[in-house]
C-alpha cells in the first residue's frame, strides 16, 4: 500500500498528543471493563466495552481491537441456546438489524432499497436495537409487504437483554442475519458470539473507523470495488479473505430527476436564478473541517471569486460563522443548508457536482454521478478512503485532481462548457448504473446470496496491525477540530450510566499530560478532577450521589466546554 504524503499533518503534535491521549482512554475503558468482569459487573463490564469502542471510532489508529473483542465473547455463552429453526432452501427469511434507522439516505436507504428490490419471494425482518425515534411509516409498509415484522427493542434495556431477545428472534425465526449497526455496537458480538443459528453478514459502512464485530462476521460487506478497502477489511480488521462486494444501491432512473421542468421548479424553491451556473456539494458539516491545505469553503470563495454569477450550495452543511460571512460577502451565492432529508431538488438545481473535503462522501458522489452530473473529486491530499476512490472511477479515467488549483480548473472548465457538462455527466451516469443499479446490482446480489455460508462460525482474531500514521493523522486532524473533549464526553456517559468511573495511576498521568491540547472548560476539568479524588476516599456503593452531582453540574456548564 503506498502512504501518501499529506503536508506533514502527520508531524502535527497537538494531532500526535491528542491521538495519544484518546488511545490511553481508550485502553482506561478496557481496564475498567475488566475490573467490572472480575466482579461479575457483567452489564457494566458490556458498557465499559462501548465505552471503549466509542473512542476508538475517534480516530482509525486501529479498525478492530482483538481485546474487545474477546471481552465481549466472553459473556456470550451466558445467554440461553435457543433451538434453531431455520429453514432450507429459499426463499429465505432475512433479518436485517439496526442500532437505529435513520432517514432515508446513506446505509438506511441501502437496506430499504435492498428490500425493496429483492427479486424473490424471501421475508424481510427489522430489529431496532436502540431506536429512540419514532420508526418511519413507509419502512414499516414496507416490511410489511415483504411478509416482515419490525421489532422495536427497549434502548435502555441491559444491553445482556437485548443481545439474548436478539439471539433468541434470530435463531428462531430468520435464515441469514445482515447486521447494518453503529460501528460500537456490542450487542450483536454477544448475540452472535456463539457458533450455531442463521450466518451473520456485516455491512462495511463506515471503512474508515473502528468497528466491532470482526469475530462473529461469517461475511463483510464492502460497498465499493476498492482495493484500498479491501485490503483495510481483509488486513487492519483481520477479516482475511471472509469478504463479498455488494454496491449501494441506487434508485432507477435516476437522470429524470434533472428535467427542465424540475430544474427550475427547484431553483425557484431554492432561490436560485434560472439562469445562473450553480455547483452542489452534499456532506455532513465535519467532513468540510478546514485543514492546512484543504479548505473546501475558501475553494468555493475561489470558484465564485472566478464566475461572479456562479452559487455554490452545500446541502448537510450547518451555516457557523465562516459560512454565514462567505454568504453575506457573496450577496447569498455561498450557502449552507443544513440537514436535507431529500437532497432531490439540489441535484435537479446543479451543473456542478464538487465532492467536499478533506472528507468526502462516497454516497453523495454516487448519488450526483448518477444523476447526470459532472463530479469533481476531492484533491489528492485528500487520500482514500478520506476521498473517493474505486474501480468505477479507474474504469472511466478520472482521477483525483493533483492539487486545489486543479480542483478549481476542473470545477471551472465545466461552468464554462457545456457540451463537457453534459459529456462527462452522461459518462458518470452511464458507469454508476452499471454498478450500482438495475440488473447489474441484482447480479451482485445474487453473487451474494450464493457466497453465504451455511452455519455462523466464530473466528479468532489476533491483533490487527494499525493503519499507517499518515492516514491515522489525517482522520485525527479532523476529529481534532470537531469534536468535543473526549475525557468530558466519556466521564460523563460513565457516570450517567452507573459505571462509577475512577482513574488510576495511568490515566491520571495521561490527563496531566494532555491538559495542554484539551478543550474540556477549565471549571470542568476541576470538576471532573474533584469528582475523582472524593470517588477516590467513598466506598464505591455510597458513591451514587457523587456522579449524580457530577451530571447535574456539567450539565449546566455543557459538557463540552466550547
Known amino acids: 500500500m503506498t502512504v501518501p504524503v499529506l503536508d506533514r499533518l502527520d508531524l502535527d503534535p497537538v494531532v500526535g498528543q491528542a491521538l495519544e491521549f484518546r488511545r490511553a482512554m481508550f485502553e482506561w475503558c478496557l481496564r475498567e471493563a475488566r475490573r467490572a468482569a472480575e466482579?461479575?459487573?457483567?452489564e457494566h463490564?458490556?458498557?465499559?466495552?462501548?465505552?471503549?469502542?466509542?473512542?476508538?471510532?475517534?480516530?482509525?489508529?486501529?479498525?478492530?481491537?482483538?481485546?474487545?473483542?474477546?471481552?465481549?465473547?466472553?459473556?456470550?455463552?451466558?445467554?440461553?441456546?435457543?433451538?434453531?429453526?431455520?429453514?432450507?432452501?429459499?426463499p429465505r427469511r432475512w433479518l436485517h438489524v439496526f442500532s437505529e434507522a435513520g432517514p432515508s439516505a446513506g446505509h438506511s436507504a441501502m437496506a430499504w432499497r435492498w428490500m425493496s428490490l429483492d427479486p424473490e419471494p424471501n421475508s424481510h425482518s427489522l430489529v431496532l436495537l436502540s431506536q429512540r425515534t419514532e420508526v418511519a411509516e413507509r419502512l414499516i409498509e414496507l416490511v410489511a409487504r415483504r411478509n416482515g415484522e419490525v421489532i422495536q427493542m427497549d434502548p435502555d434495556a441491559p444491553i445482556l437483554a437485548r443481545a439474548e431477545h436478539l439471539r433468541t428472534y434470530a435463531w428462531e425465526k430468520a435464515d441469514i442475519v445482515i447486521l447494518h449497526v453503529h460501528p460500537w455496537e456490542?450487542?450483536?458480538?454477544?448475540?452472535?458470539?456463539?457458533?450455531?443459528?442463521?450466518?451473520?453478514?456485516?455491512?462495511?459502512?463506515?471503512?474508515?473507523?473502528?468497528?466491532?464485530g470482526s469475530t462473529i462476521a461469517d461475511l463483510m460487506i464492502n460497498t465499493r470495488r476498492s482495493a484500498q478497502e479491501d485490503e483495510w477489511s481483509s488486513v487492519y480488521r483481520g477479516m482475511g479473505d471472509r469478504l463479498v462486494l455488494l454496491p449501494l444501491v441506487l434508485p432507477a432512473p435516476a437522470w429524470r430527476v434533472r428535467t427542465p421542468e424540475l430544474r427550475n421548479k427547484a431553483r425557484r424553491q431554492l432561490d436560485v436564478p434560472l439562469d445562473a451556473p450553480v455547483l452542489v456539494t452534499v456532506g455532513n458539516s465535519y467532513k468540510y473541517t478546514p485543514l492546512p491545505g484543504r479548505d473546501f469553503l475558501q475553494v468555493a470563495r475561489t470558484i465564485t471569486s472566478c464566475r461572479p454569477n456562479a452559487y455554490v450550495l452545500a446541502a448537510g452543511v450547518f451555516e457557523d460563522a465562516r459560512w454565514r460571512e462567505a454568504r453575506e460577502s457573496t450577496g447569498g451565492r455561498i450557502r449552507a443548508y443544513g440537514t436535507q432529508l431529500d437532497v432531490t431538488p439540489f441535484h435537479a438545481v446543479a451543473d456542478v457536482y464538487l465532492e467536499g473535503f478533506p472528507m468526502g462522501s462516497a454516497t453523495a458522489l454516487l448519488e450526483a454521478a448518477h444523476h447526470g452530473l459532472p463530479c469533481v473529486l476531492a484533491p489528492r491530499n485528500c487520500p482514500p478512503p478520506?476521498?473517493?476512490?474505486?474501480?468505477?472511477?479507474?474504469?472511466?479515467?478520472?482521477?483525483?485532481?493533483?492539487?486545489?488549483?486543479?480542483?478549481?480548473?476542473?470545477?471551472?472548465?465545466?461552468?464554462?462548457?457545456q457540451s463537457l457538462r453534459q459529456r462527462?455527466?452522461?459518462?458518470?451516469?452511464?458507469?454508476?448504473?452499471?454498478?450500482?443499479?438495475?440488473?447489474?446490482?441484482?447480479?451482485?446480489?445474487?453473487?451474494?446470496?450464493?457466497?453465504?455460508?451455511?452455519?455462523?462460525?466464530?473466528?479468532?482474531?489476533?491483533?490487527?496491525?494499525?493503519?499507517?500514521?499518515?492516514?491515522?493523522a489525517f482522520w485525527s486532524a479532523v476529529t481534532v477540530r470537531n469534536r468535543a473533549d473526549p475525557l468530558g464526553i466519556v466521564y460523563r456517559s460513565a457516570a450517567r450510566l452507573g459505571l462509577k468511573p475512577r482513574f488510576d495511576s495511568s490515566m491520571r498521568k495521561a490527563i496531566r499530560i494532555a491538559n495542554p491540547i484539551r478543550t474540556l472548560h477549565p471549571i470542568q476539568r476541576w470538576l471532573i478532577a474533584c469528582t475523582d479524588r472524593v470517588a477516590a476516599v467513598v466506598p464505591a456503593k455510597r458513591s451514587g450521589w457523587l456522579y449524580t452531582l457530577y451530571d447535574w453540574l456539567a450539565a449546566v456548564l455543557r459538557e463540552d466546554g466550547k
Not at 465505552?51 to 473483542?69: K, P
Request: glycine share 8%.
Open 39 to 42: 466482579q461479575d459487573a457483567v
Open 45 to 90: 463490564a458490556l458498557q465499559w466495552n462501548v465505552l471503549a469502542a466509542r473512542l476508538g471510532c475517534m480516530d482509525c489508529a486501529i479498525l478492530a481491537s482483538a481485546e474487545l473483542e474477546s471481552n465481549v465473547l466472553g459473556f456470550a455463552s451466558r445467554l440461553p441456546v435457543p433451538e434453531s429453526r431455520r429453514m432450507p432452501g429459499r
Open 186 to 212: 456490542v450487542v450483536p458480538t454477544l448475540a452472535f458470539g456463539i457458533p450455531g443459528g442463521p450466518p451473520v453478514l456485516l455491512l462495511n459502512h463506515s471503512a474508515h473507523l473502528f468497528g466491532v
Open 386 to 417: 478520506f476521498g473517493t476512490d474505486g474501480a468505477i472511477y479507474d474504469e472511466m479515467g478520472v482521477d483525483q485532481p493533483a492539487d486545489i488549483e486543479e480542483y478549481v480548473a476542473r470545477a471551472l472548465a465545466f461552468l464554462d462548457d
Open 424 to 472: 462527462t455527466g452522461q459518462h458518470f451516469a452511464d458507469a454508476v448504473e452499471k454498478h450500482h443499479a438495475g440488473d447489474a446490482w441484482l447480479a451482485k446480489l445474487e453473487s451474494l446470496k450464493c457466497s453465504i455460508p451455511a452455519q455462523h462460525e466464530i473466528y479468532r482474531l489476533d491483533q490487527p496491525p494499525p493503519i499507517p500514521w499518515p492516514l491515522v
